[in-house]
């Protein structure tokens, strides 16, 4: 469905370009949600907005790799191109809903503009099909919110009006960056569960980010770890969390306050990512690893499968022995 | 009530009037609550955006002005005292360390600012080492003093909003969500700093957060707010592990889980909270509540003691 291969965002003049996304690869099945999970600034929100053909212009740019929705790259393409060449079927959803909803206009109107440039309908029947995307969501009393500004809506309604206006293409991927992150986490469960609702009905493929351990765990089907701008592990979600083979996947799971509870002292990882442009040859993660070696200091570590469907960016995976 | 508390509210209500589309209208924050914090406890106050949780802790500080009810400190009202004796025995974490320090001061000059309103500091070296003092306690280097906040990065920063919270040696900390903008690695590592300083310092906590995971791991027992009111108290391990109240449930069940086995697997529809502009009659918990009776609509549950360790629970069917 999506391919993405060798992904590479940079930033700064052509001759010396910072990467702060170095060769990203995944690939998205139909139905299938893929989580990638990474602390801020590791890129993954700069991949989401690469592989939608958004990222900020003038700004950070693909320098290589490519980006192929059904076989065809669409990263030469602009958005409104894509559309026109009938490769429109991906859509995004954000963070913050009121920040991309106007706050000016009835909600009814910006789902139907969303329509009008997918469906070519106008009118009664845009309204129409407005009214279907918002009992698609479940919104509570769709027919009368198609009336309602932004700012009557709660947070979580508003994310359901986001998902309707996305859904308006009929999206074979759906690429959502923290759609929840700034949601109570009984509204989360909400969205999370109308989100894997959606995916199995529709078969749409997501690509879900996030910085949560736990929303991963019980979100998505596979799981590829973002660090310093590249993927350091992918797995499928029960073999990446039952058998953590980076040091950075486990030293992050090993943080989570819930998977300690009772702990007299959280186990950390220390000091910090290194900032984009200061990546040395050897292993992004070396400055913070506990099992670094001097290999590790000046040679790429390469990418080995150390099972079926689960790759690691490592030199000296953790071994897989003992299931936790 | 009890006996060592350090802190003692009792029915504390707090309003706020809001304009809305030209009419005044009241909104209660804060409906009731009634805490209190043992010396060396760290209470956990835990509920969603708009339960009033962050105002429970402005209170405290004088940095809201409530309608009615009590806040004594040591046994001694409050209400009325001289707010800079009182900053310096019961000082405030902000939650974001972007905007609680000063872009134009350095950090020795934010850290220390309390010491110099207060008159602590007789000579310039004794300032510096009171600087150097705090700042090595938060895990920072000295030399952090000279440097201005667009320097560092978040959790540092946070560690310097720490170390300014704790310069004057106060006996009650406020946190209000400390963490919560720190990434997971980062996170941890303050988190930790902030239970070393308890035990080293012996201070009293009210640890303010909406994350039942980060509270779990801080704090000694735990009060619930839903909509202005205390739903469910207890030692933490006990409402964790076993929620009563039906709010503490779903709020318990929605923890995302780092855990496969408990996956989403489809929808669920659990309602949202009704506006604090139209506050229902009875329980405000009773449109979600899946074991909603007649009465619960239009009464309004007390917080009575449910059990023998000290679990309280605002709830007519449980």
Redesign the interface.
Known sequence: MLSVRDLTVSLGPETAPVDIVAGVSFELGKGEILGLVG??GCGKSMTSLAVMGLLPQPGPRIRAGRVLLEGCDVTQLQPWQRVEAGRGRMAMIFQEPMTSLNPVRRIGDQIAEAVRVHDRLSGPPAIDRARELLEQV?MPDPAMQLSAYPHQL????RQRVMIAIALACRPQVLIADEPTTAL???????V???L??LC?RLDMAMLFIT?????????ADRVSVMYAGRIVETAG??AL??RPRHHYTR???D???????????????AG?PPAPGTVGAGCVFASRCAAVRETCRTAAPPRAEVSRGHDVLCAFPLDGGEPR | MNGNAVLDIRDLKVSFSVRRAGRKYQVRAVDGVSLSLAEGEVLGIVG??GCGKTTVGRSIVGLVRPDSGTISFKGTDMTGASLRDMRLNIRMVFQDPYASLNPRRTIGDSVAEAGDINGFFTSRAGRSAAIAATLTAVGLDPSFAARYPYEL???QRQRAGIARTILPSPSIVIADEPVSAL???????V??LM?DLREQLRLSMLFIS?????I??ISNRVAVMYMGRIVEQAAT?TV?DDPRHPYTR??V??????????????????G?PPSLFKRPRGCAYAPRCPIASDRCQVEVPELRSAGTDGRAIACHNV
């Not at chain 2, 990434?183 to 590592?189: E, F, L, N, T, Y």
């Open positions: 602390e801020s479940r709660s947070g979580g309604q109570d986490v009984t509204i989360q469960v909400q999370l569960g109308l894997r609702e199995n910085h949560d351990m736990g929303v991963i765990a019980q979100l979600v029960e969390f039952g030293g992050l799971m943080c989570m306050p819930s998977r300690n509870s009772g702990a007299r002292r959280l186990p950390t990882i910090q | 969603e955006s990065s978040g959790g990434d997971v690695s980062v996170q941890a590592q988190l930790n239970m909406h994350d039942l995971g980060v779990g791991q391990r964790l779903s709020l069940a929605a923890i995302p889980k780092p855990d496969p086995s408990k996956r989403i697997l489809g929808a669920i529809e659990t949202e």
